[in-house]
T-cell receptor, first 114, second 110 residues
Framework: GEEVAQTPKHLVRGEGQKAKLYCAPI?????VFWYQQVLKNEFKFLIS????????ETGMPKERFSAKCLPNSPCSLEIQATKLEDSAVYFC????????????FGSGTRLTVV | SQQGEEDPQALSIQEGENATMNCSYK?????LQWYRQNSGRGLVHLIL?????REKHSGRLRVTLDTSKKSSSLLITASRAADTASYFC??????????FGSGTKLNVKP
């Protein structure tokens, strides 16, 4: 499709529970990116994939966060043992391989940890 | 932010006026892009300007890029109430890393 589909739109988890977010990138886009947006509006880069390979994971809190992009499946971002500060909107974006293209963003998953 | 700053942080204007937002960045870039985010929604790609371009237009949008000053500006002419949103610049470096500015909140009063 021509849109990046993120599910679910909203997710509420108790502290310590697991959260799993999904992203279906646009067909033909070889790059997938995950960003975290907290209340002050800044976008924090988490991780990027080139096809199913991790391209850059310098933004990932490695202790509890993991992500995958497997062939023929939506990409996923998983947070084990969620903390209150994980509450944010998580955006996925996909892009064509050329650097001359912008990103197409999904509408985000709002995670609330209570 | 991870890459740069935008100013102003907030801008309030009357419908019909022009709005100018500025973005500064830190590293060498391949291109710079502007996005709009309506409250509670995802980002919409507005315009991309490559590092070898100085100015680009798209409808009521005009973007400039000064790589010597590592800065860019977004001008929205004849603003409308529907332009009310947050605007972010984002830079893509030669290693395919992408960085966002901190955003400008634009309020266009009818």
């Amino acid at each position: 499709g021509e849109e990046v589909a993120q599910t679910p739109k909203h997710l509420v988890r108790g502290e310590g529970q697991k959260a799993k977010l999904y992203c279906a990138p646009i067909k033909g886009h070889s790059y997938v990116f995950w960003y975290q947006q907290v209340l002050k509006n800044e976008f924090k880069f988490l991780i990027s994939f080139q096809n199913e390979n991790v391209f850059d994971e310098t933004g990932m809190p490695k202790e509890r966060f993991s992500a995958k992009c497997l062939p023929n499946s939506p990409c996923s971002l998983e947070i084990q043992a969620t903390k209150l500060e994980d509450s944010a909107v998580y955006f996925c974006a996909s892009s064509q391989s050329s650097a001359n293209y912008g990103y197409t963003f999904g509408s985000g998953t709002r995670l609330t940890v209570v | 932010s991870q890459q740069g700053e935008e100013d102003p942080q907030a801008l309030s204007i009357q419908e019909g006026e022009n709005a100018t937002m500025n973005c500064s960045y830190k590293t060498s870039i391949n291109n710079l892009q502007w996005y709009r985010q309506n409250s509670g929604r995802g980002l919409v790609h507005l315009i991309l300007i490559r590092s070898n371009e100085r100015e680009k237009h798209s409808g009521r949008l005009r973007v400039t890029l000064d790589t010597s000053k590592k800065s860019s500006s977004l001008l929205i002419t004849a603003s409308r109430a529907a332009d009310t949103a947050s605007y972010f610049c984002a830079t893509r470096d030669n290693f395919n890393k992408f960085y966002f500015g901190s955003g400008t909140k634009l309020n266009v009063k009818p």
